[in-house]
């Protein structure tokens, strides 16, 4: 049998609501709130050391402010996160139809031109709207704060605000300390593991649909080799409306039928199950595994491992981090980015659910668990949309694969082998 190990995220925990003011919002979940603040703090423990030497380098010294509010026409140092104005319509609007009660204190109406994006910088005691310097910009130190940024990211920022402007120019960028590649423990036998993503399993999919794929792992020289099985991302077709949930009767029989694709597929090879946002489990991050009683069969199957999402584990030595599929699709969706650009900037940013919680609902929690203290091997995220390619790079020895749904019959093959970096390429499975 494969060994199979991992961590899941920490169970979420009643935390006492005496804290009053964050961000200039109303105190109307004072849970999410010290979430955010948690989350500052950790990262500023990280980034503060780099970014007060860049400050004491400069011949007129430069001060590290104690807060965003605190910046002026004088170059200075601060440590705050990224935040984007675009979500105010989008939320206005789910609100009006559906009913949503989150929007109103998630995010406020900014005076702005809503044909672009503002983007901000926030702590504690406000936010400020920001800007690349323009000669960061020409001399190349810097890129376009768009190629960057990514909703929530914790950064250290050197700059100032011109006299007569209101936006902080950015001159300097500083980020958590890179994640040293983790080692490669791993024997020299082979390690092939197949990553398919969202299954949507739903009234057009039969038992003849997924034996197609049993036939491949049981039949083919490819799938004979196959070590593991990742499920990432939804296994249950999202209702047809957002917000609809699927009568009890109906969602009995999909999870009827995902429990006999897993009891397949665990006859073969090991299976690692990460839960996607219409699954029948919490709705909310860290979406835990799901529930044992809906997998009556498979759950007592001892090669079928069901982990929370987002989630780190290890196969034969290989260990893995998985991106929530809302996570990707919500960041793409605010900031037009390609997901595979997405998964890079959060490894980069050492966090696996950075929009969380603006734009992707978190549960209430001591702390942000979704903070990255150690390096993986490969980073594994779902493709949204219609995509039918696999997205595949390897970046400073980090393998990141972006796998698209289960329909367009293409999945991914990881091989790691000797100590190598691991590596993919896409496998072509006709399902019809």
Same mark, same amino acid.
């Given at each position: 049998?494969?060994? %199979? ?13 005496? =804290? ?9 979940? &004072?849970?999410?709130?010290?979430? +955010?603040?948690?989350?500052?703090? $950790? ?28 910046? /002026?026409?004088?170059?200075? *140092? %601060? !440590?705050?996160? !990224? ?8 939320? +206005?609007?789910? =609100? ?23 983007? =901000? ?28 940024? #990514? ?7 050197? *700059? ?24 490669? @423990? ?5 390690? /092939? ?19 197609? &794929? ?26 047809? #409306? ?8 109906? $969602? ?23 839960? *996607? ?56 969706? +605010? ?16 966090? &696996? ?12 929690? @001591? ?30 020895? #980090? ?32 399902? @019809?």
């Amino acid at each position: 049998m494969t060994a %199979v190990t991992g961590k899941t995220f920490r169970e979420p925990v009643e935390i006492s609501t005496n =804290f009053q003011q964050f961000l200039g919002k109303p105190t109307e979940d &004072l849970n999410i709130l010290k979430f +955010i603040k948690s989350r500052l703090d $950790q990262f500023r423990e990280m980034i503060k050391p780099s970014l007060e030497a860049a400050c004491n380098a400069y011949e007129r010294r430069t001060k590290v402010v104690k807060r965003v509010l605190d910046c /002026s026409h004088v170059r200075c *140092g %601060v !440590f705050g996160s !990224f935040y984007i104005n675009n979500n105010y319509d989008d939320f +206005i609007e789910r =609100f009006e139809e559906y009913g949503d009660i989150r929007p109103a204190r998630l995010v406020e109406k900014m005076e702005v031109e809503k044909e672009e994006q503002t983007f =901000f910088f926030e702590d504690e005691s406000g936010r400020i709207p920001i800007q690349v310097h323009k000669h960061a910009l020409d001399e190349g130190k810097l890129p376009p704060l768009e190629d960057f940024f #990514v909703l929530g990211a914790c950064v250290g920022l050197i *700059g100032y605000i011109p006299t007569n402007e209101t936006k902080f120019m950015i001159e300097q960028v500083f980020r958590p300390p890179a994640l040293l590649p983790p080692s490669l @423990e791993y024997t020299t036998e082979r390690t /092939s593991v197949l990553c398919i993503a969202n299954v949507f399993v739903d009234e057009k999919k039969d038992l003849k649909n997924f034996c197609i &794929l049993r036939d491949f792992l049981k039949f083919t020289p490819q799938g004979k080799r196959v070590s593991a099985i990742i499920l990432i991302g939804s296994l249950l077709q999202p209702p047809i #409306v957002p917000e609809q949930m699927y009568v009890q009767g109906e $969602q009995m029989h999909y999870t009827n039928l995902i429990d006999v694709l897993l009891c397949e597929l665990g006859t073969i090879v090991d299976v690692i199950v990460v839960p *996607g946002m219409s699954d029948p489990t919490d709705a909310s991050l860290p979406r835990k595994p799901i529930r044992p009683l809906l997998l009556q069969n498979s759950a007592r199957m001892l090669t079928i491992h069901r982990f929370t999402s987002p989630s780190v584990f290890n196969i034969n030595g290989v260990k893995f981090g998985a991106i929530p599929d809302d996570v990707i699709s919500e960041s793409v969706r +605010i900031t037009y980015k390609k997901p595979l650009h997405l998964a890079e900037l959060m490894y980069g940013y050492r966090h &696996l659910a950075l929009p969380t919680p603006h734009a992707v609902d978190v549960s209430p929690m @001591e702390h942000d668990p979704f903070v990255l203290s150690e390096a993986v091997n490969v980073v594994l995220f779902c493709l949204v949309g219609d995509a039918t390619d696999a997205s595949i790079i390897t970046r400073d020895d #980090v393998l990141y694969v972006g796998v698209p749904h289960y329909d367009t019959g293409v999945f991914v093959m990881i091989d790691a082998m000797n100590g190598n970096t691991p590596t993919a390429k896409p496998v072509v499975i006709n399902l @019809e």
